[in-house]
Nanobody, 127 residues
Framework: QVHLMESGGGSVQTGGSLTVSCVVS????????MGWFRQAPGKEREGVAT???????YYTDSVKGRFTISQDNAKSTLVLQMGSLKPEDSAMYLC?????????????????????WGQGTQVTVSS
């Protein structure tokens, strides 16, 4: 069983930056697919960014150029750096991991494909 624990959420003004992190255990060298999803009240869970084997990142269009997903293998951590934040980025951010996913499934950013989830960390962007 994989355990994921997010941290780093908070409140920021429009245009600001925030970094959220997710410790993954067991980390298994960071192989497979890991990703960040978000869910706002009354909305469906949305794929934000995923990364395959720590090398190939995929982003939803609305965050391209503003968010960066990465892995810190020394700390067994998945990281999402968020910049130029907008009020519409406000949501609960959840990390997910699944070693069995092929790269093309990872690239789809579909929440239904992932078996392992964290509890989430809240990000609020005020105007």
């Amino acid at each position: 069983q994989v355990h994921l624990m997010e941290s780093g959420g908070g409140s920021v003004q429009t245009g600001g930056s925030l970094t959220v992190s997710c410790v993954v255990s067991p980390y298994n060298g960071g192989t497979g697919c890991m990703g960040w999803f978000r869910q706002a009240p009354g909305k469906e869970r949305e794929g934000v960014a995923t990364i395959y084997n720590g090398q190939n990142p995929y982003y939803t269009d609305s965050v391209k150029g503003r968010f960066t997903i990465s892995q810190d293998n020394a700390k067994s951590t998945l990281v999402l750096q968020m910049g130029s934040l907008k009020p519409e980025d406000s949501a609960m951010y959840l990390c997910a991991a699944d070693r069995r996913l092929a790269w093309f499934r990872c690239a789809e950013l579909r929440s239904s494909a992932f078996r392992n989830w964290g509890q989430g960390t809240q990000v609020t962007v005020s105007s």
